[in-house]
């Protein structure tokens, strides 16, 4: 049984409040876990099964239930996931690959809540009762693992997510039902990094800007598209100040002489040296 998930707000900053509980935001992906009548299915927060790709998962509870969490790559030494490894897993597709994934990058279901079991639906009992439950569960192998929480200290809890780089926290109603759409009842916060980079051209079909960094040496390398954060005066500016800088063109995109910067907060940095998720902040004079 698929239970679409309740999804998150986002929240101005961190706060604190004693109605709330605040946990850790897992840099991973969205995972409902369903067991029925003994078998295992696994499924993506838009409904995709993904049983085939964590083997380590498909075991069995004690009673039929469905569960809500995400599923990480966490390095078990600093407690810090990898989103790029665990997309790696997902994307997987040769069942002997994924064997041999399980032992070279295994996964963790990093469980929050608790929405069916023993054939009674949870969402109508508040988060708190929830979790209550939750915590009473025995756990099928180490490859799960049950979200911790703290109640109304999400100022505190954010900084420790900021000393250890994580991706944030999130911030829910003690009291909150259990709905499958968006609720500004469960906010997330994510602990942005900000960035300077260089604009070395633009899309022509639809909006984008090509944004370089320096590498070591000092030369300028590709970092990305920002496609997010920018309004109409920004883009307006950017236009009039762009069409004296232009340099070339191809099929797809015009390019300028890097004399544009401006300001871009992101998640983190891919490996690939690209930024994630680059989010226009400022323009820097």
């Given at each position: 049984?698929?239970?679409?998930?309740?999804?998150?707000?986002?929240?101005?900053?961190?706060?604190?409040?004693?109605?709330?509980?605040?946990?850790?935001?897992?840099?991973?992906?969205?995972?409902?876990?369903?067991?029925?009548?003994?078998?295992?299915?696994?499924?993506?927060?838009?409904?995709?099964?993904?049983?085939?790709?964590?083997?380590e998962l498909?075991?069995?509870?004690?009673?039929?239930?469905?569960?809500?969490?995400?599923?990480?790559?966490?390095?078990?030494?600093?407690?810090?996931?990898?989103?790029?490894?665990?997309?790696?897993?997902?994307?997987?597709?040769?069942?002997?690959?994924?064997?041999?994934?399980?032992?070279?990058?295994?996964?963790?279901?990093?469980?929050?809540?608790?929405?069916?079991?023993?054939?009674?639906?949870?969402?109508?009992?508040?988060?708190?009762?929830?979790?209550?439950?939750?915590?009473?569960?025995?756990?099928?192998?180490?490859?799960?693992?049950?979200?911790?929480?703290?109640?109304?200290?999400?100022?505190?809890?954010?900084?420790?997510?900021?000393?250890k780089k994580?991706?944030?926290?999130?911030?829910?109603?003690?009291?909150?039902?259990?709905?499958?759409?968006?609720?500004?009842?469960?906010?997330?916060?994510?602990?942005?990094?900000?960035?300077?980079?260089?604009?070395?051209?633009?899309?022509?079909?639809?909006?984008?800007?090509?944004?370089?960094?320096?590498?070591?040496?000092?030369?300028?390398?590709?970092?990305?598209?920002?496609?997010?954060?920018?309004?109409?005066?920004?883009?307006?500016?950017?236009?009039?100040?762009?069409?004296?800088?232009?340099?070339?063109?191809?099929?797809?995109?015009?390019?300028?002489?890097p004399m544009?910067?401006?300001?871009?907060?992101?998640?983190?940095?891919?490996?690939?040296?690209?930024?994630?998720?680059?989010?226009?902040?400022?323009?820097?004079?």
């Open positions: 049984m698929f239970i679409s998930p309740m999804l998150l707000e986002t929240a101005t900053g961190p706060f604190s409040h004693s109605d709330y509980i605040f946990e850790p935001k897992v840099d991973g992906h969205r995972l409902v876990f369903d067991q029925e009548a003994g078998r295992v299915r696994l499924f993506t927060r838009h409904h995709n099964d993904c049983t085939s790709q964590y083997p498909v075991h069995p509870f004690e009673d039929d239930i469905t569960l809500d969490g995400e599923v990480a790559c966490v390095d078990p030494g600093t407690g810090v996931s990898d989103f790029e490894a665990v997309m790696s897993r997902l994307k997987t597709g040769k069942q002997d690959r994924i064997q041999r994934l399980t032992k070279t990058l295994p996964v963790t279901f990093v469980i929050f809540d608790i929405l069916r079991y023993k054939g009674k639906d949870l969402r109508s009992l508040t988060l708190a009762q929830r979790k209550e439950i939750l915590s009473g569960i025995k756990l099928p192998s180490n490859a799960f693992g049950i979200m911790p929480f703290i109640e109304g200290e999400g100022e505190s809890l954010f900084a420790q997510i900021q000393r994580m991706e944030g926290i999130v911030g829910k109603l003690k009291d909150s039902r259990y709905v499958s759409r968006r609720s500004a009842e469960w906010q997330k916060v994510i602990n942005w990094t900000y960035e300077e980079v260089f604009l070395t051209g633009y899309r022509k079909d639809e909006f984008g800007w090509l944004a370089a960094v320096p590498d070591p040496s000092g030369k300028l390398r590709p970092a990305g598209i920002i496609e997010l954060g920018t309004g109409p005066k920004e883009r307006k500016d950017f236009y009039i100040k762009s069409q004296k800088l232009v340099t070339g063109e191809d099929k797809t995109f015009v390019y300028l002489e544009i910067r401006c300001q871009v907060k992101i998640r983190n940095w891919y490996k690939s040296g690209l930024l994630r998720d680059p989010v226009f902040t400022r323009f820097i004079v």
